[in-house]
């Protein structure tokens, strides 16, 4: 993966990954966007874009139909069952079906190559205000915790509790799905394998050491035997 550099928006600004084989698009979409303050991440095909998205939050995910190996469709789907990051997908294609396969898995929009930087811009401005309201900027009670889920900062009163970019990951998977298990091999991106697994359970542990208070009998972030962990929050 790699990323837009020719100028720094600021922090609090939306973040994007654009998932396309064609580096010409990449690289036309990350300056355009970049340019328009826009944070951008870019990812050549699903594999690396799984990468990116084990590590980061995303407010906006623009993602190419066909690319080789795992199509946008696949990843769109899979990325369905965890997450409600939107999704604005791209295809050389424009049939109706393709646009009503899109549709139906959950993604927000839908745009055929050729197309106009503007348009899109204009298409991801509209999706970005219709989800302005959802869980991904709002702020959750987790207990005595608040966990602002866009910028990923929990506090407890005026006290700002430290977290790694991985432990706000896992948060935000867990805030997106209040009260339903997680499997770790979900909160892992995927990627499967024991080795991933542990690491897991190393992040749940360090992450309850922050959000209970007695980790050995967590409250909140629970082990569901034989599905992975579960969030209850207030």
């Known amino acids: 993966m790699d990323q837009a550099r020719s100028s720094v928006p600021p922090d609090n600004a939306h973040h994007v990954l654009i998932v396309d084989d064609d580096q010409r698009i990449r690289d036309l979409l990350a300056r355009y966007l970049t340019e328009n303050g826009y944070r951008v991440s870019v990812a050549e095909n699903a594999a690396s874009a799984r990468g990116a998205l084990r590590g980061l939050a995303f407010d906006l995910i623009i993602l190419d139909v066909m690319m080789p190996g795992e199509s946008g469709f696949s990843l769109a789907q899979s990325l369905r069952e965890t997450s409600q990051v939107p999704i604005l997908m791209l295809t050389a294609r424009s049939e109706p079906d393709h646009r009503l396969k899109g549709l139906e898995i959950g993604v927000e929009d839908y745009m055929p190559k050729p197309f106009e930087p503007k348009e899109l811009l204009i298409r ?73 697994e542990r690491a897991v359970d190393v992040q749940i542990n360090r992450l309850r050491q922050k959000i209970e208070i007695d980790p050995s009998n967590p409250v909140y972030l629970q082990t569901v035997r034989g599905r992975g962990y579960v969030l209850y929050t207030e």
């Open 124 to 196: 991801m401005t509209n999706i970005l205000k219709r989800t302005k309201s959802s869980v991904q900027s709002e702020e959750v009670r987790i207990g005595p915790f608040l966990f602002h889920v866009r910028r990923g900062d929990l506090r407890r009163d005026d006290e700002i509790i430290k977290l790694t970019e991985r432990e706000r990951e896992l948060l935000r998977q867990f805030v997106m799905n209040p009260g339903v298990p997680i499997s770790r091999e979900e909160l892992a991106g995927g990627s499967g394998g024991a080795e991933s």
